[in-house]
């Protein structure tokens, strides 16, 4: 299996705006939920916001709603995560995680089984 590819991090001020891509062109098994997680130093993986692909339906952390948005190309395997409004707190490594299968937590990392290898994340104040 091909794994994802993360592009589009970089280091912004706060308040700044980033927008991050996960292509996964060449994964071609069965794709339910695409999710996008962050990990800082020291920390636990967390979810950031999941799209189930084939019906758009979307899910976001409490830390990110109203500044995050997710969306995705379906034609060409893509998903997008515009962040807007970054706070120093958003910096990290951003995993795209593919799921193959149906799950009612999109958001909990355990539940993913193939990852990209990140795109770095600062926001400096």
């Known amino acids: 299996q091909v794994q994802p590819v993360e592009s589009g991090g970089g280091s912004v001020l706060t308040g700044g705006s980033l927008r991050l891509f996960c292509e996964f062109s060449g994964y071609t098994h069965n794709t339910f939920h695409i999710g996008w997680f962050r990990q800082a130093p020291g920390k636990e993986r967390e979810g950031v916001a999941a799209i189930y692909r084939h019906s758009g339906v979307t899910a976001y952390a409490d830390s990110v709603k109203g500044r995050f948005t997710i969306s995705q190309n379906y034609a060409e395997k893509t998903v997008i995560l515009q962040m807007n409004m970054l706070k120093p707190e958003d910096t990290g490594v951003y995993y795209c995680?593919?799921?193959?299968?149906?799950?009612?937590?999109?958001?909990?990392?355990?539940?993913?089984?193939?990852w990209g290898e990140g795109t770095q994340v600062t926001v400096s104040s």
């Open positions: 995680g593919i799921l193959p299968r149906w799950t009612g937590y999109p958001l909990r990392s355990t539940e993913y089984s193939i």
